[in-house]
């Protein structure tokens, strides 16, 4: 019939409700499925780039028969002062010539350019931000302002460039100097300083010792240029660079009543632990539970204890 009224064919306010909300909880339900997809597609890329780093190290032990040191150390008159790490050693290895041979470090020090008026286009070496040194999952800004860099006085000229992966220095403190002397110390890790450790100084087995690990913002991450003091092992120091196994993976240390110690470890924003680079250049991710003596064994290279990597 012409003037039949016609049933209306739009949703009711409830029905509007009901999808609304079915909709909410399919969000709901689905976000966490999406960010844990996204974290291990941003695990797996630090998985390969610790592995990158594996392979330069063996490339660099290749060409110079024994790792890079930790950090160079050039005597006792220059205690105190910042020097080339680790990570700048093994740039060539890492398709990094360019910024390598701009940063002239087998001839100069890291102390003559990380002053308040460095050689024109220093500061700018010193903060090229390196993907390859950084985990995809950090929060770090590319210029470490998290913790200074060296001594005081006087206060630090400038941020250096993140790092998210500290070479392993064993357990103890992997100062320069002992006492002042101009020896080295030994803590059994593969990088301290003028450490040089060739492969069959690893007695403990490839398989079985720490090369390096992730350090996220949580503990003031790293910075690839070095160490900000070459005799110590503060924060601001031989750590801006290097950790130590002694301590525990992610360990809340500000809780724990020990602030001073949370830059000297290995953390990761990786839920449940952190990405690891061995010896043998294997990579291998560590529980935040893994027991702390097998940590510390894993950490020397000749501690007459080979464990088996959890």
Same mark, same amino acid.
């Given at each position: ?9 739009? %949703? ?43 392979? $330069? ?58 002053? $308040? ?74 990088? %301290? ?91 291998? %991710? %560590? ?24």
């Amino acid at each position: 019939m012409a003037g039949a009224h016609r049933k209306s064919s739009a %949703f009711t306010l409830v029905e509007l409700l009901v999808v609304i909300a079915i909709i909410g909880i399919l969000v709901a339900l689905l976000l966490p499925a999406i960010q844990a997809a996204r974290e291990a597609a941003r695990r797996t890329e630090c998985n390969n780039k610790l592995k990158q780093i594996g392979v $330069a190290l063996h490339n660099y032990h290749d060409a110079h028969k024994a790792f890079p040191a930790g950090f160079v150390y050039r005597g006792s008159s220059t205690d105190g002062q910042p020097e080339w790490g680790w990570a700048v050693a093994i740039m060539p290895q890492l398709e990094l010539d360019s910024l390598y041979d701009g940063l002239e470090s087998t001839r100069n020090r890291l102390s003559q350019y990380y002053i $308040a008026s460095p050689p024109a286009g220093m500061q700018a070496l010193l903060q090229t931000p390196i993907p390859a040194y950084r985990c995809p999952s950090d929060i770090t800004k590319p210029l470490n302002n998290l913790i200074r860099f060296g001594r005081d006085p006087p206060p630090p000229p400038y941020p250096l460039a993140t790092s998210n992966y500290v070479a392993c220095a064993g357990t103890t403190c992997p100062d320069a100097t002992a006492g002042g002397a101009s020896t080295t110390r030994d803590p059994l890790g593969l990088f %301290f300083g003028n450490s040089w450790m060739n492969f069959k100084e690893i007695l403990d087995g490839t398989s079985s010792t720490i090369a390096a690990g992730e350090r996220s913002a949580s503990h003031f991450a790293a910075v690839w240029a070095g160490v900000g003091s070459n005799n110590s092992y503060g924060n601001e120091y031989t750590a801006r660079t290097l950790g130590r196994a002694g301590f525990l993976i992610n360990w809340d240390y500000v809780w724990s009543g020990a602030p001073e110690n949370r830059g000297k470890g290995f953390a990761s924003y990786h839920p449940g632990g952190a990405n690891f680079v061995l010896a043998d250049a294997s990579v291998r %991710f %560590f529980s935040q539970n893994t027991n702390s003596s097998v940590m510390q064994d894993l950490g020397r290279r000749a501690d007459g204890n080979s464990v088996t990597v959890p």
